[in-house]
């Protein structure tokens, strides 16, 4: 079998110094170009999970490979600047202007300032911004507008994996949806392996190719959406019908009917 | 007045460049400390606590007293690196002052410092992260810039501070603005007070707008702002140091140093030496200001090299005596003692007295029939003494009272003005008076003999620091000083200095004194 370019291995994190794990146990793989969705209710460990895989926490137990190589034999910073990293708090430096924001990797990792110039342009209009965009400074963009910089920003120095966590969590529903499939998009274009940590079922159903469903620090199954509808877990079949059965209601509301 | 001007502006670029190197270096070196020690603090809360409770602790000494407790933590330093290094540390002047004034300016640097950073969005620093910063890169692009402004609001806090209690490092030796505001109070001279105060104010509000500059620059992501008050900053500190640093360039290397205590006669007497010293073509710096027990010290550590003690004094302080013997007996042993105890050398008497007396009015003394103070025992009952802030807790006092037996009716203190004014008024009968004071001959006061001799003799006398004490320049300035100054001139000197109407300055006494030599 080919070595799934992300590999987790038997993950373990406790927080309390092994009295409780937020993690696990969990055995994950994620093959090369995948759009991985890991779910759960809050408190499920899906954040934790993901941020063993840049070494934003380290795991107690177990270990993590990128590439077939662990992780923890890499320095945490240059490790770090060959992933992309997306958050719910988005976090653009208020000091720097949308262009110093997106160059921050490249600049870390050297590159001359003809190829930075060229990649923010680049990328500016990858995440559909004006370019004019670049002088401004982040207090003067909404908050759709600040993500598509995060998002600018972690591909700026074409890292080949995207973590993302709750990225889209913070937006209102349109600007959501919209800036969902606008990355979706930029995935497939770009050929990338996205592992997107979010709790909306609905979203990562339709974005995602694969989806992991985590509980209690665990992970209960893992599979294309399709498979996991059909799961003999409880919870997880629960969980994985709980969107078309929230789309019928809906339907069904505004047809004037009951359910 | 326009002399008291004209002579305060003559002080003013010695003092300002001594102002301004101390404060400059206090903050720098204030700012070396702290902000390491506030990016240490924001990264552990082990750290923090200790260290803004340490800073906080400093604040709530005054800062005088910070001053002053260097002087004997120095000489105490001083005592153990002199067998290992071969010499020892100054105890006095720049460096007590440097110490106790940027440990003065490290709170307000470190609490805002630490607020500066520890108040980031924990967002912008999981980005930073996230993007592959090192810790460092972390500080110096995102953390230090953000947490500027924050930090430029405590220094310049921190350095309005610093300016201002650099003017109480006049007394531990160090010259600064303080100099005009300290002699000021001394002879009373309110000119020198709003000179020296309006000085440090002014000085203290450039600082405060330049680093506001800068606060703002760093604020407005302004480059240019930042760089305005930079330069605004480096261009004022070299302005202030050029005069001075041109002036000792040009002067011979061997300054002469000439100390002074905190009074009027000190300071005409400091002025007198100094005069004859630059008539000689020597150059000379004048330290007033001084503390009694900190100018022997100073003197014999070589810090200063020619002041005008009193033999009483040295008696009890530096000897350690608790005897009165008869005024010859005490200069010889004097003379003798501190050569071999310190090497300082005793050049001789001036001539006059300064001693602790009781005065009466000269009617009330005549009219009482009392011409000294065993006289006066009887009658005491009957009357008040009043006395200066420090004479009821002096040994001369507990003496007197056990040697004449006197108990008055009411014991009152006052500040030597209030207390001429209380004999004049008739709230006081008697007071405590220094033998030299002007206002004695001027206030026509009869001075009480002391028949048993319970107050020793304080004759003025000249004393050479042991480096100097070969010094043939010195000693030709000095020599024609000695036995040559009476009581009367002496109180015609100091009452020029002390009165209210038509003062003068201690150099126009020191004129005046050098005018009735041979």
Known sequence: MVEPLIALDRIGKSFDGGKSFAVRGVDLAVARGTFLCLVGGSGAGKSTLLKTINRLIEPDEGEVRLDGRSVAAQAAAELRRGIGYVFQGVGLFPHMSVAENIAVTPRLLGWTKADITARVGELLDLVGLPADFGARFPNFLSGGQQ?????ARALAARPPVMLMDEPF???????RADLGSAYRALHDRLGLTTVMVTHDLQEAVLLGDRMAVMKDGRLLAQGEPAELLASSDPHV??????????????????EGGHV | MSDQLAAAWRMLPGALAGHVLLSACALLLGLAVSLPLAVLAARHAKVRWPALALASLVQTVPSLALLALFYPLLLAVSAVMRPLIGHGLPALGFLPSLLA???????????????????????VLEAADGAGMTASQKLWRVQAPLAAPVVMAGVRTAAVW????????????????????FSGLQTENWVYVLFGCAASAILALTADQLLGLIEAGARRRDG????????????????????AAAGQIGAPSRTYVIGAKNFSEQFTLAALIGERLEADGAAVSIKQGLGSAVIFRALASGGIDAYVDYSGTLWTNVLGRRDTPAPAVMLADLKRELMARHGVVMLGPLGFENAYVLAMESGRARALGVA?????????????????????SRPEWTALKSAYGLSFRAERSYSPTFMYSALKDGQADVISAFSSDGRIAADGLTVLADPKHAIPSYDAVLLISPKRANDARLRRALAPLIGEIDVASMRQANLMVDRDQDKRTPAQAAALLESGLR
């Open chain 1, 147 to 151: 993500q598509r910089v995060g998002i």
């Open chain 1, 169 to 175: 969590g913070a937006l209102d529903p349109l600007i």
């Open chain 1, 237 to 254: 079949a629960a969980l994985m019908a709980a969107p078309r059965r929230m789309a019928e209601r809906v339907a069904a509301r505004l």
């Open chain 2, 101 to 123: 004034l940027t440990l003065y300016s490290m709170l307000p640097i470190l609490r805002t410092g630490v607020a500066g950073l520890t108040g980031i969005d924990p967002a």
């Open chain 2, 162 to 181: 610093t300016i201002g209690a650099a003017t109480l490092s006049t007394p531990v030796g160090q010259t600064s603005l303080g100099d005009y505001i």
């Open chain 2, 224 to 243: 240019r702002r930042m760089a305005l008050g930079a330069a605004g900053l480096v261009i004022g500190v070299l302005a202030c140091l050029a005069p």
């Open chain 2, 372 to 392: 000294n103070i065993a006289d006066l025992a009887p009658h005491a009952p009957d009357l008040t003494l009043g006395s200066d802030l420090e004479f009821l």
